[in-house]
Each structure stands twice: as C-alpha cells, then as structure tokens.
C-alpha cells in the first residue's frame, strides 16, 4: 500500500516492501534496496548503497522526526481520505499547520506579502530543532498567526495564504 509523506512542502508517495535482505523502498519509478538495524530506544542503522547511517527516530502522532546522521528532517504522514479531500476542495495550500508543537524562532513575511513557491515564511523550533517553513505555492500572504517567541501546538495555523488575484480583487 502507497503512503504519502510531507517533507517540508513536498508531498512524497512511498510503498515499502521486503526484499531477500532487508526491504525495498519504491519512490515514484526508484526502486531502493536498504537495511534498518535497531540499536536501541529511538535508535536505528541504515545501510543503502554501500553506506551506512546512524538515525535517530522519534514518532508522535502522524509525525516522524529524523535525525540523520546529525541533520534534522521532520515528515508528516498523510491521511489518504484527509489528502483526497484537501485536494478536491482545491484549498489543500491556502494553509500552513505546525507539524509539532514549538515556539516561533523567525517571521520572514508579513500579512499582505506577496510571496513565491518555496519561499522561506518562517523558522520554527520543537525538540532542540529548527524547521523553517515554506510558501507551498505562490500567493499573498492571509495571516500569519504567531509571532517570534511565541509558542504553539502541533496542527495550530501558523500562516494562510491566499491567490494573488484574490488579494487585488479584495484591494479595489
């Protein structure tokens, strides 16, 4: 069965499956044989491709935190019903949630921006790591809900965006 990651503003399909030694992980037409080992709470090693990685692993919720080898990732399993539906409406960018609880570090934007795909909106900081949240698509930014220091929790809004001609057509 397919799953569908969020790394960043990126949405990533994956299917994992057993291979003779360890297991195979498809990604789009990659096919990428791997091995995990446990080393302990939280604790794992992966071999692909020749190479070997410590990682640390950390899961609350629908969230997965990686750290490997020292470098921070956090993904966030999507609910295929919760992603078919966003994606039907249309609206599935118009918001940014936390993908975990934690405080503000950075606002790089402010209300009435215009900003780009991939943009950098803000910085946010939860378990001694800092994330730095991205515009999913080009737009203006609606809201931006919390300000540097201030705290939230996990799905809170952080910022809504919406079309750039909504905004013009708002301004006349």
Known sequence: MKSTFKLG??????????????????????VIPFEMESCGAHRARLRIAGHTHDLRLITAGDDVFIQLDGEAHALRYVDPLAHFEATARGGAADTIRAPMPGSIVAVAVQEGEAVTRGQALLVMESMKMETTITAPRDGV????????????????????????????????
């Not at 503003?9 to 990659?30: N, V």
């Not at 300000?147 to 750039?164: C, H, S």
């Open 141 to 172: 930014i609606a809201t931006v809900a919390y300000e540097k220091g201030q705290t939230f929790e996990r799905d809170a809004l952080l910022v809504a965006l919406q079309p750039a001609a909504d905004a013009e057509g708002g301004a006349a």
């Open 9 to 30: 503003a990126a949405e990533h399909a994956i299917e994992l499956s057993r291979a003779a030694h360890g297991y195979r992980l498809h990604l789009g037409d990659q």
